[in-house]
């Protein structure tokens, strides 16, 4: 009895079954983890710059996602190095000159959700949103010299504080193999420190992986 199927139609077939059974496996994903490369915008950084001449700092984060009630909603837990820049500052008075360097290094954790076209397809959109907590970090460095006797002082003081954050962002996500993807978004988070509210924004291309 002749073969029901010729070899190019069986290989056909047989290549259908993987790619679905590879498709399927993606899909019954429950988590995923996701780690990225960016810059921050710190809205700190534009005050303190008269010039107008502050660059983004660079930035990284880390998390790891759960689906919810289907595959279009997700929980997400973030850890983000939001970045550093100094602000450096110089003033004389006669012989003596003041020089002062402030580091700023910020960090955040945040929890939130993430809605999703079919994270799936070859392309999807996604919006995301959520609560934390953005600690700032501000090391002062001060340098005193008097030309009048060739005297020089150096001190330093260290100061930390955590404020409750809010962020929204929305991406892009670009598949590149059954489990994997490539994420591009943009994030504005916004925080009170001192008593004044700062909004900074962030964008970030990250490698995405189902689990």
């Not at 504080?161 to 994997?180: D, N, Q």
Request: hydrophobic content about 30%; proline content about 2%; overall charge neutral.
């Amino acid at each position: 009895m002749p073969s029901r199927f010729s070899a190019p139609k069986l290989g056909a077939l047989m290549l259908t079954s993987c790619l679905t059974a590879t498709s399927s496996y993606a899909e019954s994903a429950l988590n995923y983890f996701e780690v990225g490369f960016g810059a921050t915008n710190f809205d700190l950084m534009k005050q303190l710059d008269s010039n107008g001449e502050a660059s983004p700092a660079a930035s990284f984060k880390a998390l790891i996602g759960g689906k919810l009630t289907s595959k279009n909603l997700w929980f997400e837990s973030i850890y983000q190095f939001n970045g550093q820049f100094e602000d450096r500052r110089t003033d004389t008075q006669g012989t003596i000159t003041e020089k002062d360097i402030t580091t700023y290094s910020s960090h955040s954790v945040s929890f939130g959700l993430k809605a999703t076209t079919n994270p799936y397809h070859q392309l999807a959109g996604f919006l995301k949103g959520g609560i934390g907590f953005n600690r700032l970090t501000t090391q002062l460095s001060s340098t005193s010299s008097d030309t009048s006797d060739n005297s020089i002082t150096n001190s330093k003081e260290s100061d930390t504080e955590t404020a409750s954050l809010f962020y929204g962002g929305a991406g892009l996500s670009f598949k590149i193999s059954h489990k994997t993807n490539l994420n591009f978004d943009v994030t504005t988070t916004q925080y009170s420190v001192s008593g004044n509210t700062f909004t900074d924004t962030a964008a970030f291309v990250s490698y995405h992986k189902f689990l």
